[in-house]
C-alpha cells in the first residue's frame, strides 16, 4: 500500500468520524449549523480522499476527468444556487429533490460497477446481494422523491391518489423485485436483470407516493431520506469502500428515527401511512356558513392591546407562517414585547410545516433565540400560564377535536393551545387544514380570529402595540 494510499484511508476514517460526531451536534438548534459545517467539509475531505486514491491508481483517463470535474463544478453550482435562492417554503421540496438526487446516485453506482465488472468470480454475492437491493431502493428513492416533490409544489395533485388495481400491482412489482434479484446473482452484471430491477424500483416509487395525502408529506420526506442513506450505504457494500458504508448508515438510521417520531406525533403508523394518506392542505376549503357565524373575529388593535399588555405569550407557528414568509415580521413583534417585559415563548409541534424541523429553520432565519424555541413536551404544561396563545398559520396541531374519538385526526398529540387564557388566530379564511376537518378551536369563546394574510397581520400588530408603547 503505498503512503497516498495509508494516507487516504486515514482522512476517508476520519471523515466518517466528523460524519457522526457533525450528526450529534446536529441534535441541538444551538449547534445544529456548526454540525452541518463540519460535515460538509468532512465530506469535502472524503471526496479529495477519493480523488487522491484515484490519481494513485491511475483509474482514469484525461478525459474521465475532464467529464467528472466538469460534472462536480455543475453539481456544485447548481448546489449552490438553489440552496440560497430557495424560499423557505419551497425548502420540502428541494429536499425531496436532494432525496432523489442521492437515491439516483446509489442505483447508477451500482448499475455501472455491477456492468464494468466482467468478471463473474468477483461478483459473488456478497456484492450482488447488496447491489440488487442498492438499485431497487435507490430507484424507488428517486422516483418518489420526485412525486413528492410535485405533490408539495402542486404539479401533481396533494390530495391521496389511487386506481383501481393499485395493490395488485405493487404485488406484482414486489414480485418483480425478488424475481431480479434472484436473477442477479445467479447470473451477475446482467443486463437484462438490472433493467428489470430498475424499472421495478422507479414503477413502485410512483405507486408508493401517489396514495399519500399532504397530511403525511413530513413522514414522507423522512422515510424517502431514510431510503437514501440506505442506498448509499449498500453502494458503499458493492464499492468496498467503508466510508460510504457509514455515511449511509448513520443518514438511513437518523432518517429511520426521525420517521418514527414524525409518525408518533401523528399518531398513525409507518405502513397505514405507506398504504395510503390522507388529507391536503393544497386545496383550501371554505367552512360552512354555521361554522363561520360561531367565530368571532377581532382587529389588528384590539389584539395589540392583549399583547401589549400580557405576561406571557406563546406563539404557534405553522405553514401560514411559512407561505407568507412572516417570520421576520413575527421576530420583530416578539423582540418589541420582549423590550416590553412580556415573556415570550415559541411552542414547536413536531409536524408543524411540511417537514421535520421546518418552524425551526424558518425561526432560525429570523434570528429567533434558540432557547425560546420549545417542543411540544415542553412547552403544553405552560398554556394555563400563557396571557395570549398566538397561532400563525398552524391548523390541525392546535384543533382539540384530536381528543375525541371518531375523526381523521383522532389520537394524534397536539399543543394545548385552547388552555390558553385568550386566544388569537392569525389566518386567511376558514379554510381547513391537510386533515380537511373543521377546527373546534376557532369556535372557541375565548378564541378572536384575525382573517389577514400572516405577513400583513403581524406588521399591524407591531405598529399598534408601538402605538401603545409610545
Avoid at 416590553?340 to 432560525?364: E, K, Q, T
Avoid at 432557547?371 to 400563557?386: C, G, K, T, V, Y
Wanted: glycine share 10%; net charge negative.
Amino acid at each position: 500500500m503505498s503512503t497516498t494510499e495509508t494516507t487516504a484511508r486515514y482522512v476517508l476514517l476520519a471523515a466518517a468520524c466528523c460524519f457522526v460526531l457533525g450528526l450529534h451536534l446536529m441534535n441541538s438548534p444551538a449547534t445544529a449549523r456548526r454540525g452541518n459545517t463540519l460535515s460538509a467539509a468532512a465530506m469535502a475531505a472524503a471526496v479529495a480522499a477519493t480523488a487522491a486514491l484515484l490519481v494513485d491508481a491511475d483509474a482514469i483517463t484525461a478525459t474521465g476527468w475532464i467529464v467528472l470535474l466538469t460534472a462536480a463544478a455543475l453539481g456544485s453550482a447548481a448546489g449552490l444556487y438553489a440552496a440560497r435562492t430557495v424560499q423557505m417554503t419551497a425548502m420540502p421540496q428541494l429536499v425531496s429533490l436532494f432525496n432523489a438526487v442521492g437515491g439516483g446516485a446509489a442505483a447508477l453506482l451500482a448499475v455501472d460497477h455491477l456492468i464494468q465488472v466482467h468478471d463473474p468470480d468477483a461478483l459473488a454475492s456478497r456484492f450482488t446481494i447488496p447491489g440488487a437491493l442498492d438499485i431497487v431502493i435507490g430507484a424507488v428513492t428517486f422516483s418518489g422523491s420526485l412525486v413528492a416533490a410535485g405533490k408539495l409544489q402542486g404539479v401533481v395533485p396533494g390530495r391521496p391518489i389511487v386506481f383501481r388495481g393499485a395493490r395488485a400491482v405493487n404485488v406484482a412489482l414486489a414480485v418483480a423485485f425478488v424475481a431480479g434479484g434472484a436473477w442477479l446473482v445467479a447470473d451477475p452484471g446482467s443486463v437484462p436483470a438490472l433493467l428489470v430491477l430498475l424499472a421495478a424500483g422507479l414503477a413502485f416509487g410512483v405507486t408508493m407516493v401517489l396514495p399519500i395525502g399532504g397530511a403525511d408529506m413530513p413522514v414522507v420526506i423522512s422515510l424517502l431520506n431514510a431510503f437514501t442513506g440506505t442506498a448509499v450505504a449498500m453502494a458503499g457494500f458493492v464499492l468496498d469502500e467503508p466510508a460510504l458504508i457509514i455515511a449511509g448508515a448513520l443518514v438511513g438510521a437518523s432518517g429511520g428515527i426521525l420517521t418514527k417520531l414524525m409518525a408518533d406525533a401523528m399518531n398513525r403508523s409507518i405502513p397505514a401511512i405507506v398504504v395510503g394518506g390522507f388529507g391536503t392542505g393544497d386545496e383550501a376549503q371554505a367552512a360552512g356558513a354555521e361554522a363561520a357565524a360561531q367565530v368571532r373575529s377581532v382587529t389588528a388593535d384590539d389584539v395589540a392591546i392583549q399583547l401589549a399588555y400580557a405576561g406571557k405569550v406563546i406563539v404557534v407557528p405553522g405553514y401560514g407562517l411559512a407561505a407568507a414568509q412572516a417570520q421576520h415580521e413575527l421576530g420583530e413583534l416578539a423582540e418589541l414585547l420582549a423590550e416590553r417585559g412580556v415573556d415570550v415563548s415559541y411552542a414547536i409541534h413536531p409536524v408543524a410545516g411540511r417537514m421535520p424541523g421546518h418552524m425551526n429553520v424558518l425561526l432560525a432565519e429570523a434570528n429567533v433565540p434558540y432557547p425560546l424555541l420549545r417542543e411540544m413536551e415542553d412547552i403544553n404544561s405552560e398554556f394555563p400560564q400563557a396571557d395570549v396563545a398566538l397561532v400563525i398559520g398552524a391548523n390541525d396541531v392546535t384543533n382539540p377535536a384530536a381528543r375525541r374519538p371518531g375523526n381523521a385526526i383522532s389520537g394524534m398529540p397536539i399543543l394545548d393551545v385552547d388552555r390558553a387564557r385568550s386566544i388569537v388566530v392569525v389566518k386567511r379564511s376558514m379554510g381547513h387544514g391537510y386533515a380537511g376537518i373543521d377546527n373546534e378551536l376557532y369556535a372557541d369563546p375565548k378564541t378572536g380570529m384575525l382573517f389577514a394574510d400572516a405577513k400583513h397581520a403581524l406588521a399591524e400588530l407591531t405598529a399598534a402595540v408601538r402605538t401603545f408603547v409610545t
